[in-house]
């Protein structure tokens, strides 16, 4: 009879497609506690890179898979939870949505990093602790950045509550809310928590399920990757029989890709041709398809990611291809070796500690600018009203029209100054 009950259990609960719905982001300043939340929501510690483990920042764009779930017995946030089976009542846990976490570095010299991954989000969770004054100089920037790449759902999540007092944290509530104030975000959930002590976090992920739908997905266009990372997983010293091709990380925007379909990367390699530097499309074949853990025969629209290639593992390693664009051959859009923007500056200069007026676009000036998943160094060479036109470090594939992000450098630091579209001339 009991056997009965569970298998009936198990029809009524299908288990959810190997891959994420939905991309959110773990953004915030730096030490507010992303990766710790992340860790605990998904039981992966996203800070694999050597320097990341010293250092204790996150340095490159992590990623973990996380499937919500609820209990069909139990009522509020306690119903919510990542276990198949209810801690509270102990029944079997309905999921809900499986989503791919997106970890940011909230560091002020990683903000090209931030902005590369920020256009891969369908929604964000932006951490403010709450043993520190609101806004610090990296929180106020990465929602600067969210609201100028679009990103319109986002969740606040007020962190460590174990280290303040209960005056302290209704204070820096209070902080929170007078930041949000008269930007797009002024109603977003404001949810305090402890990631440490696992504290609230079922009333985050409630958060997250109401208010972060599932957007709709353009399956039937032509595929459209943004590479967000790229590297060599092949073990040092490996035999040359053994060696697998390079891998791409990152996201499709529309579109799916299949195991065995040939592939184009924009802008590519670089190559001298006549001695002249020119950057030539790469040609590639999908050997396989991951999400997550799971081998997948093909994969769509959304979550991040991995696309094993036959590239030769030296032309991906080291994150060498982010920042390209992945999709059919001769249907990718067009490389710019130099860009003319519509430009709008911001009044004020985001993230700095002191009140900054964001000053001209001067001529020979370096921008660092992002574009999708891609970030260069342009130098103006043209100014006209409200445009500029700068030669570019290195090209950037993307659509006449897409939105690119302008930070200039202040002191020893690229800060967010305003965004332009990319015009054709």
């Known amino acids: 009879m009991a056997k009965k009950k569970k298998d009936e259990e198990q029809q009524e609960m299908p288990e959810l497609p190997g891959q994420p719905v939905l991309n959110i982001g773990m953004v915030g300043h730096v030490d507010h506690g992303k990766t710790t939340l992340l860790e605990r929501l998904s039981g992966k510690w996203t800070d694999t890179h050597s320097e990341e483990l010293k250092r204790g920042i996150t340095i490159r764009l992590g990623y973990a898979d996380v499937t919500f779930r609820k209990c069909q017995k139990c009522d509020g946030p306690k119903a919510y939870t990542t276990r198949e089976t209810c801690q509270i009542c102990n029944s079997r846990t309905k999921p809900l949505r499986k989503v791919s976490f997106v970890d940011a570095p909230g560091h002020e010299s990683l903000m090209a990093t931030m902005l590369a991954g920020a256009t891969i989000m369908d929604g964000a969770v932006l951490l403010v602790a709450a043993n520190e004054q609101c806004p610090q100089p990296q929180t106020r920037e990465h929602l600067m950045a969210l609201q100028i790449i679009g990103v319109k759902n986002v969740i606040v999540v007020q962190n460590k509550i174990d280290l303040v007092s209960e005056e302290q944290a209704i204070k820096n509530y209070?902080?929170?809310?007078?930041?949000?104030?008269?930007?797009?975000?002024?109603?977003?959930?404001?949810?305090?928590?402890?990631?440490?002590?696992?504290?609230?976090?079922g009333n985050l992920m409630q958060a997250i399920d109401e208010y972060i739908p599932t957007p709709i997905r353009e399956r039937e266009k032509e595929p459209l990757m943004l590479v967000a990372r790229s590297f060599d997983i092949n073990r040092p010293g490996i035999a040359p029989d053994a060696l697998v091709g390079g891998v791409l990380g990152g996201s499709l925007k529309q579109g799916t890709l299949h195991i065995g379909d040939t592939i184009e990367i924009k802008p590519g390699r670089n190559v001298v041709e006549k001695n002249q530097q020119v950057w030539k499309p790469i040609t590639t074949k999908i050997i396989s398809l991951n999400s997550g853990s799971l081998n997948l025969e093909?994969?769509?629209?959304?979550g991040s990611i991995g696309v094993m290639t036959s590239l030769d593992?030296?032309?991906?390693?080291?994150?060498?291809?982010?920042?390209?664009?992945?999709?059919?051959?001769?249907k990718l859009p067009k490389v710019w070796s130099e860009l003319i923007l519509d430009v709008h500056l911001l009044k004020r200069v985001v993230g700095t500690k002191e009140e900054l007026d964001v000053e001209p676009v001067k001529i020979a000036e370096p921008l660092m600018l992002n574009v999708n998943s891609a970030a260069t160094v342009g130098i103006v060479i043209e100014l006209r009203k409200n445009k500029i036109k700068c030669r570019l470090k290195l090209p950037v594939c993307a659509d006449a029209g897409s939105r690119v992000t302008i930070s200039r450098r202040i002191g020893?630091?690229?800060?967010?100054?305003?965004?332009g579209e990319i015009m054709e001339k």
């Open 412 to 419: 020893n630091r690229f800060r967010l100054i305003g965004y």
């Open 298 to 302: 093909s994969v769509g629209p959304s």
């Open 313 to 330: 593992p030296s032309v991906v390693k080291s994150d060498q291809l982010t920042g390209s664009l992945v999709g059919n051959p001769g």
């Open 174 to 201: 209070e902080q929170i809310q007078e930041f949000l104030k008269g930007t797009e975000f002024e109603n977003a959930p404001v949810i305090p928590i402890s990631a440490q002590h696992r504290a609230g976090l």
